[in-house]
């Protein structure tokens, strides 16, 4: 298959584009590299450049190139959302219009969506199925939902299959020690740890120990980025198969707490990790745990690294490397 992967230089991209390298698929990478690095795209072929250039979208997009498209080129920071909207309407939705767009007009009638917990908003209910209403309470979460809802639209219009892939929270990290993850700023709880854990970092804030949780911390769904990017393989050959458009929530199911994720990152690691103690964010519900039955049963996707010590262990061998 010939799979043109768009934001293939960042975290989970970069994964993607070595798991469908090592399948044998034909991979190109498109990345204006604003949050993406070069030297993550390992396979394939790689063209530096943005979705906001139509011009460059048609040239790329010729009719037969490509017989599919992941997106994973989207602006990811719910805070930055809020206080900058503009910037991710344009980046999440306008660019990912010309995006479909140019797929479209070549003929490319297959898409991989890199979708969010965020869609859902405050847990009604947890874990959380496809069910689930979707409420966002961020721009983030918001310019998602939207693409999510154009997919609908555009499959019924114009027959775009696609497969949006709702995910938790990615974790872990290439286990063969190429890949990993170098978000700038970090904003995820295990980096940060692992950077506690490393020196690169004096401590970690735990903000809220009062939550109705076993421990009183908030309590997270992590995958790892190598099951994540099993479950976008399962999906893509679902629709090379005829399969029609679907949403996924993808996840453990089960949940770890903040100071579990400390605790299993002082035992993987053998280090001191300083913990700081901070008020409650604004909007951080206690439990986020995702129900991915549905996943399993039409994908027959099984996470292979569900252990949150192998997650770890994985991310602490990439942060040892790191200069």
């Not at 893509?236 to 458009?245: D, F």
């Not at 299993?264 to 008020?279: F, K, L, M, S």
Request: charged share 20%.
């Amino acid at each position: 298959m010939k799979i043109l992967v768009v934001g293939g230089a960042g975290y989970i991209g970069s994964h993607m584009v070595k798991r469908l390298s090592q399948l044998g698929c034909a991979v190109t990478t498109l990345d204006n590299l604003s949050s993406g690095h070069r030297d993550a795209v390992l396979y394939g072929n790689f063209i530096q450049g943005d979705l906001a250039d139509r011009a460059l979208l048609k040239g790329l997009l010729q009719p037969g190139r490509f017989d599919a498209v992941m997106h994973f080129a989207s602006s990811i920071q719910v805070g930055e959302s809020v206080q900058q909207p503009a910037k991710y309407y344009e980046n999440n939705v306008t660019n990912t219009l010309h995006l479909l767009d140019a797929m479209r007009e070549s003929g490319v009638q297959r898409f991989i969506f890199s979708s969010t917990a965020a869609t859902f908003g405050e847990p009604q209910y947890t874990p959380m199925d496809e069910r689930h209403p979707q409420a966002p309470i961020n721009p983030y979460g918001r310019s998602k939902l939207m693409i999510e809802q154009v997919l609908q639209d555009y499959d019924r219009a114009y027959g775009l299959k696609s497969v949006c892939l709702r995910y938790f929270n990615a974790a872990g990290a290439d286990p063969d020690g190429q890949l990993g993850e170098r978000h700038d700023p970090e904003t995820h709880l295990i980096p940060l740890v692992l950077q506690a854990a490393s020196g690169r970092r004096a401590d970690i804030a735990v903000f809220g120990r009062d939550y109705d949780t076993p421990d009183g911390t908030c309590i997270r769904d992590y995958i790892h980025i190598n099951d994540l990017c099993e479950a976008h393989w399962l999906a893509l050959q679902s629709l090379m198969q005829g399969a029609q458009s679907q949403r996924y929530n993808l996840g453990n199911g089960n949940g770890f707490s903040v100071q579990e994720v400390i605790d299993t990152a002082i035992r993987v690691t053998g280090q001191p990790i300083a913990v700081r103690d901070a008020p409650r964010r604004d909007g951080d519900p206690a439990r986020l745990v995702a129900d991915a039955t549905l996943a399993r049963q039409q994908l027959g996707w099984q996470p292979q690294f569900a252990d949150l010590a192998t997650m770890v262990r994985h991310a602490w061998g990439w942060e040892k490397q790191r200069p």
